[in-house]
C-alpha cells in the first residue's frame, strides 16, 4: 500500500513538473514573438526563484501554486504587451507575501526597479493598522492595499498593469473559492478594479472583469443571457452580412486594408442595460456593433480617414444624429479612440459603428502599454491619462486619513463617463460628468479653486455648485478674501478639488482645535487644577464629546461655553448618568455579580462558520437576519449576509450599490447564504406596468393580484396620450409570488410590459 502511495505521488510530482515547464515555455514563446528586447536569461532567472520559493504550495484547486504567476506573467506579456521587468515582477509578485524572502532579498537578486514593482503588489498584512482601528467608519485592510498600490502606481504605473493581470487571473480561477470569498473578491473587483482597468485604457480586461463578476454574483442571469446570445448569433450574422455587403463594396474603391468584424456586447452590459432602462433583453437593439479597423495610408491622416469612412457609410444608410460620437478629434481620458455613428440598417434596426486606426483599435484592447508604445514613437502629445495620473499624485500628497474615504474619493475619478468643457481662451479640458463649476476651478489650479465665488457659463453667472455640460465655456471668478468652508463638499465630484478642500479644512481646524485647547488649559490654571489629560477627557464627555479634539474645537467656534466653577463640574455627583458614563469610558465599572456574568454569557457574540452557507430562517420572535432598507431583498433574490458591529446578519442583494462597497472593503464580514421557506412573513416589493389605457383596466390588475394571497399597500397610475404607466407596492412572501403575478399580469390584454422594479 505504501508503495502505491509512493507511485502516486511520484507520478503526480512529474505530471506537475511538466505542466509547469509547458507553462514557462509558452510564456517565453510569447515573449520571443513579442518587440521587446530579449533578455530571456532575467526571466528564467526570476521563473527559477519563484518556483523555488513557492515549492511543495499548492493553490485551493489543487495545482502547483507556480502556475498562478506564471499564468500572471503570461498575461503581462501577451494581454497587455509589457516587457521583462514586468514579467519577472509578475513572477515574483507572491514572493515576499507568501514566503521568508523579503524586498531587500529581491533587490539583491534582481534589481531595485523589479523590487519596487513587488513591493507595490505586496498586501499589508494585520500589525499597526489593525491596532490602530477597527470599527466599520475607520479602516478597511483592503482600501489600505489599494491605497498602497496606487502610492506606487503614482512613480511606475507598471505596478497596477501588473495587479490587473492579478486580478484577472483570480477572478478566472474563482470556481475553487469558497461562496463568500467568491462575493467578496467579485464585489471589490466590481467596485475598484474594473472601473480602473477602464481609466487605464485596458477595455478588454475590463469587460472580462466585469463578466467574471457578474458570472459569481448572479449565476442564473449570466446563463440566461449566455442562452439568449447563443439563440440569436445566427439572426446577427445575418444583419451583419447584409449590412456589410454594400459598405464592403464602396471601401474597396476607397483602396483600404481593413477589417469589419460585429463585437457582441458583454453579458454584464446587456444585463445592466435591462435592469436600468427596466426593458427585456428583446427590447435592446444595441447588442452588438459593427467595428471597422483600417491600416492608416502614408499620405492621408488618421483622423480625416475615419471621417471618409464615416461620410462614405451615411451615403449608403440613414444616420442617427443624435448618435454621433466624435473622440478621434478629443480622445477619452483614458486614451480612447474612435468615431462612432449610429444608422439605420438594410433590415430596420439601428446599428452602432466604430471606426477607428489600428494604432487606435491596439491601445483600446491594450491600454497604457499600448499608449506608451506609440508615445515613444512621437504618435501622440501628452493625453488626458498622463493628467489623470497626476492628478492621483496630487490627492496622494495629501491623503484622507480615514481610508475609506480615501478609497471613495479615488472611486469617483474612475467613473466612465465624461464631458468636455472649454476656458475662455478656447482649451479644453476633460471632466467627468456630474462636475460643478467647482470643479473645473479645481481643474484649473489649487489657488483658483481655493479663492472661487462664482463663474460665468456661456457669459451667464452661475453659482459655484453649479452643474456643466458637454460644450460649455466657463470663466472663473476669484476673490482674495475667499476661503474654502465646509458646504464646498456638497458642490463637488471629482476626488482633485474633494481633496484639496478638505486639506485646506483640516488646517484650519487644526489650528483651531489648538487655540480651543489654550483656552481650556488657561481656564484650569485659573481654577488652580492640574490640566492633564484624564482632566481634559472627563470634561469633553461631560459636554457630551467622546474625543478631547471635539471638544478644543467646538470650544473655539463658540460652541461651548467653559463653566465658571470647572472644580464643581468635575466634582459632579456620582449618581449623574453622564459621570456614570465617564466613569465607563476611563475603565471604572462596578464589579460583577454572577448574576451579571451569567446574563453576559447568555448574550455571547454568535459565531459564523463560513465554510457554510448561514441560512436565512423565519423564527417565533422574527426572523434571524435584518433585511437592508437599502435595496429590500426578499425570499430567492440572490442575496449575501454582512456581519455588522451588533454582530446581526444584515441581507443585501448581490446587486445593491451600497453591498458592492461593503463587499470591496469589509470582505471578512461577508457570509454566503441561502433562503429557507418564508410563508409567514411579508416583504415589500414594487411592480411596474405599463400599456394601452382602457376602460377596466385597473380593475382587471387588481383582482389578479388579489388572487396570490398579497396586500396591496400602494398603486399608482398615471395615464398620457392613451398609454398608461402605474407602480404597484405590496407585500409578498417571496420572489415565487412576483414571478407568477407578473406572468399573470402580462396575460392581460392591453399590458404590454410588467417588471420588478426596486422601490
Known sequence: MNEDLKENKKQSAIIDELMIQKEYEALMNEYIGSNHRRKVKRITKAFNFAKKAHKGVKRLSG??????????ARIVCGEIGLGSTSICAALLHDVVEDTEYTVEDISNMFNSKIAQLVDGLTKISGGFFDKQASTIGEYSSQAENFRKLLLTMSSDIRVVLIKMADRLHNMRTLDSMRPDKQYKIAGETMYIYAPLAHRLGLFTIKTELEDLSFKYEHPDEYRMINEKLRETEEKRRQLFDNFAKPVRKRLQDLELTYEMKARVKSDYSIWNKMNSKNVSFEDIYDIFAIRIIFEPTGDVDEKNLCWDIYSLITDIYQIRPDRIRDWVSHPKANGYQALHLTVMGPDGQWIEIQIRSRRMNEIDERGFAAHWKYKENNVEEDTELDKWLTTITEILESPNPNTLDFLDTIKMDLFSSEISVFTPKGDIKTLPQGATALDFAYSLHTDIGDACIGAKINHKLVPLSHTLTNGDQIEILTSRSQKPTIEWLNYVTTAKARTKIETVLRKERKELIAEGKKKVEETFRIAEIEPSLPNFDKLSVLNGFSKREDFYY??????????????????????????????????????????ADAKENRTEKPKFDKTKSYELREEELGRNYVVASCCKPIPGDDVFGFINDDHNVVVHKRSCSIALRLKANFGNRILSTTWSSHKNTSFEATIHVTGIDAIGILNSITQTISGYNVNIRKLLVETNAGVFEGKIHMHVHDVEDIQKMCIALSKIKNIKSVSRVAE
Do not use: Q, S
Not at 463640574?569 to 466613569?583: E, G, M, R, S
Open 554 to 595: 467646538a470650544v473655539e467656534k463658540g460652541e461651548v461655553t467653559l463653566p465658571d466653577n470647572i472644580r464643581k463640574t468635575l466634582a459632579v455627583k456620582n449618581t449623574n448618568p453622564i459621570v456614570n458614563y465617564v466613569k465607563k469610558a476611563f475603565g471604572v465599572v462596578k464589579k460583577k455579580t454572577p448574576d
Open 63 to 72: 495545482i502547483p501554486y507556480i502556475m498562478h504567476p506564471l499564468a500572471v
